[in-house]
């Protein structure tokens, strides 16, 4: 019995699903794209870019003022940071935390391997900072230190 009512619903729903509006022609969905880019035009906003740089050029710019923020975990701060200078934010915690950004000087974002740094450094960008950079390869890419 449950079978039964299992593929009733099933033909049910792929009856209704056959039967919906038709899709807008594509000639239709051109035309309201196009009226609606100039206005999306005006609210379109520049963001600044994302440079990669590596540790080399990240020590250099550190030595001349940057900060160097450590994305990871505390857990995974807990191993290491790439200097006992850097700040640790959380990529999860970055929302609640922005203004502990500075916006007047250059950023240098890293994580383990570069994936959340560079989620982070969207997200810094996307609320208006200008100097971000994704440190290339995280902390996996650290030269060693003498």
């Known amino acids: 019995m449950n079978k039964l009512l299992a593929i009733s619903f099933c033909a049910m729903l792929l009856t209704t699903a056959c039967n919906s509006s038709e899709e807008p022609k594509p000639q239709a969905v051109a035309k309201k794209v196009e009226a609606v880019q100039p206005a999306a035009a005006v609210v379109e906003q520049k963001v600044a870019p994302i440079t990669t740089v590596d540790w ?3 020590f250099e710019m550190h030595k001349a003022g940057a900060v160097l923020i450590d994305v990871r975990t505390p857990a995974e701060v807990a191993k290491g940071m790439a200097a ?20 007047d000087k250059d950023l240098l974002i890293y994580c383990r391997s570069g994936k ?3 989620a982070a450094s969207k997200f810094l960008v996307e609320n ?6 994704n440190v290339e390869g995280g902390i996996l890419a650290l030269p060693p230190q003498n």
């Not at 640790?88 to 916006?103: A, D, T, V, Y």
């Not at 208006?128 to 950079?133: A, K």
Request: hydrophobic share 40%.
């Open 116 to 118: 959340r740094s560079m």
């Open 84 to 103: 006992a200078t850097a700040i640790n934010i959380p990529l999860q915690e970055m929302p609640q935390r922005l203004s502990e950004f500075p916006k």
């Open 56 to 58: 080399q050029k990240a």
């Open 128 to 133: 208006g900072y200008t100097r971000v950079f």
